[in-house]
């Protein structure tokens, strides 16, 4: 058999006429049902993108309706704005997507807050939030932007809002003399001594306090050195005595301000099943030296207590509506007031300590007068040594019910974050 074809003879191979028209009509038909096909296809998906947008919109009017009708969702929107007079319309509609979204995950919603459909919901609730104004001031692009990020970081969950300043707001020049402020703030046992070299007033309202590092490590120890003291209505569940306070107060700590914290329970006076409080600081003073041989990144110590005091007293505020524990701080000499120092309870930080307490002070008395009792100092060290930042506070007494001392974390947590905070 021959295997080559001559190249004339190829030339010479024709297509028979009679098929061009068949070709032709089979084309034609082939591309009527394409756009047949796509027709229909686009008219079914407008359709079904038509019943879409009507759904998304009537579950966005049923959702938004809802959430403009919580009083308490919407009051935390309308005091944090109210409290930022500087917000932009872009940062404002931030901090409403982060409170909303935080709410239906909580909610009986099943509602995908990725969906682009979500800014309706956010548009319609913010439309009906009476809290839409005009822009005053123009800002570039770029400070919008980080204003808005600065807001969402700070308001994931707002939990305390910002107080407004209700009191004087003092500062090394208007606080006063020492011994104004030792006639205003302070009392000081009949045991000890606190002189005005041990904390000079201007420069401790001056000093300088910050809660270190970022939140990849712990920056925060909570311990209680009594972690067995009850309230007037506690009972045998640990979440209603003073280590249920450490736990609010963590909580709000961690989820409002996105601080890294350590929630120390152990049980420091009890030894062998049995209360016993003559070693409880010794034992404390062990456990927290190990917990900051693990964790050096902590830089603020707080040891909460709750106080005793007479039957007839009680120790009640109200802030935010809410009936509130009264707190103290409480600050540790390591001095007698008729021998002098006690070498083996030296404190390198008695004035850091003492400083730090006084600006708590001075801060709760400018945003929440009457929260907190007067600063209270007596002979020993109370292992406040142990850290630079330092602090014992004592929340209510067992006078107060455990809602009350409960309620107390919340404005407390804000005066650390105010105090210490990298926003001051």
């Known amino acids: ?50 019943v879409a947008g009507n759904v998304v919109s009537d579950t966005s009017r049923i959702i938004a309706k809802e959430i403009v009708e919580n009083a308490d969702l919407m009051t935390q929107y309308m005091l944090y704005v109210e409290n930022h007079g500087s917000m932009t319309e872009g940062a404002k509609k931030e901090l409403l997507n982060a409170l909303v979204t935080d709410y ?41 932007k980080a204003k808005t990020v600065a807001v969402q970081k700070v308001s994931n969950k707002i939990i305390v809002p910002m107080p407004k300043v209700n009191g004087k707001l003092y500062n090394a020049n208007n606080i006063g003399s020492f011994n104004q402020i030792m006639d205003k703030f302070y ?64 909580k709000v700590l961690k989820e409002q301000f996105g601080y890294n914290v350590i929630h120390d329970t152990s049980k420091y006076d009890i030894v062998n099943g049995k209360l016993d409080r003559h070693e409880a600081y010794d034992q404390s003073r062990a456990g927290v030296k190990k917990i900051l041989k693990k964790y050096p990144s902590i830089s603020l110590i707080l040891d ?14 109200e802030i935010n509506n809410k009936k509130t524990a009264q707190v103290m701080f409480f600050n540790g000499m390591s001095r007698f007031k008729n021998t002098g120092d006690i070498d083996y309870l030296y404190n390198p930080y008695l004035y850091e300590n003492l400083a730090l307490a006084l600006q708590m002070k001075a801060n709760a008395e400018s945003y929440y007068p009457g929260f907190s009792r007067r600063n209270y100092v007596n002979a020993y060290k109370y292992n406040l040594d142990l850290c630079k930042q330092s602090m014992l506070i004592e929340v209510g007494a067992q006078t107060n019910t455990y809602q009350e001392a409960d309620n107390a974390a919340e404005p407390l947590a804000r005066l650390i974050d105010i105090v210490m905070g990298k926003k001051k």
């Open 304 to 317: 909460i207590h709750r106080d005793g005091v007479n039957e007839d007293t009680r120790l009640v505020t």
């Open 1 to 50: 058999m021959n295997r080559y074809i001559n190249k004339t003879s190829l030339n010479r191979i024709k297509f028979p006429e009679a098929l061009l028209p068949v070709i032709m009509r089979l084309v034609i038909v082939l591309l009527c049902v394409y756009i047949a096909a796509r027709c229909i296809n686009l008219i079914t998906n407008d359709k079904a993108g038509n």
């Open 187 to 250: 009392i000081v046992t009949n045991a000890t001594a606190l002189r005005e070299s041990d904390m000079p007033v201007k420069k401790a309202m001056s000093e300088k306090f910050k809660i270190t590092g970022n939140n990849k490590k712990p920056q925060i120890l909570i311990y209680h050195t009594h972690s067995q003291e009850e309230f007037s209505n506690s009972n045998k569940n640990t979440a209603t005595t003073i280590i249920g306070v450490g736990d609010r107060l963590a």
């Open 104 to 144: 239906l995950k909580h909610s009986e919603y099943t509602y995908d807050t990725s969906d682009p459909g979500y800014n309706q919901v956010i548009n319609l609730i913010y439309e009906n939030s009476n809290y839409k104004k005009e822009e005053t001031t123009t800002k570039t692009e770029k400070e919008t």
